[in-house]
Nanobody
Framework: QVQLVESGGGFVQAGGSLRLSCAAS????????AYWYRQRSGEERALLAS???????NYADGIKGRFTISADNAKNTIYLQMNDLQPEDTAVYYC???????????WGQGTQVTVAS
């Protein structure tokens, strides 16, 4: 089932930028860990970035410096700003939210990002 609503994917030329959005319900957006993953065609889903509600971030090798995870608490939304996109970034991108103190995980439906090569 779709727990979070993603948007912002699309087609760009190499070197372009996109901002992905992941909208959650207010009940999920209190104390949490948020994550962005991507899955290239034929490959396993890979973790790209994480963010805690206290503001701590972590990034995977290869995207730090180009991608930034952030949150707007007033809008109950997680973002992934992607700059200097390259063909290797072509994938389906997924957000995930894990509320603190539970074993629950909430996933977005995925959004396609395609970078011209």
């Amino acid at each position: 089932q779709v727990q979070l609503v993603e948007s912002g994917g699309g087609f760009v030329q190499a070197g372009g930028s996109l901002r992905l959005s992941c909208a959650a319900s207010p009940q999920l957006f209190t104390v949490y860990h948020a994550y962005w993953y991507r899955q290239r065609s034929g490959e396993e889903r890979a973790l790209l970035a994480s963010l805690t509600s206290s503001g701590n971030t972590n990034y995977a090798d290869g995207i730090k410096g180009r991608f930034t995870i952030s949150a707007d608490n007033a809008k109950n939304t997680i973002y992934l700003q992607m700059n200097d996109l390259q063909p290797e970034d072509t994938a389906v991108y997924y957000c995930k939210l894990r509320p603190w103190g539970t074993a629950d995980e909430y996933w977005g439906q995925g959004t396609q990002v395609t970078v011209a090569s």
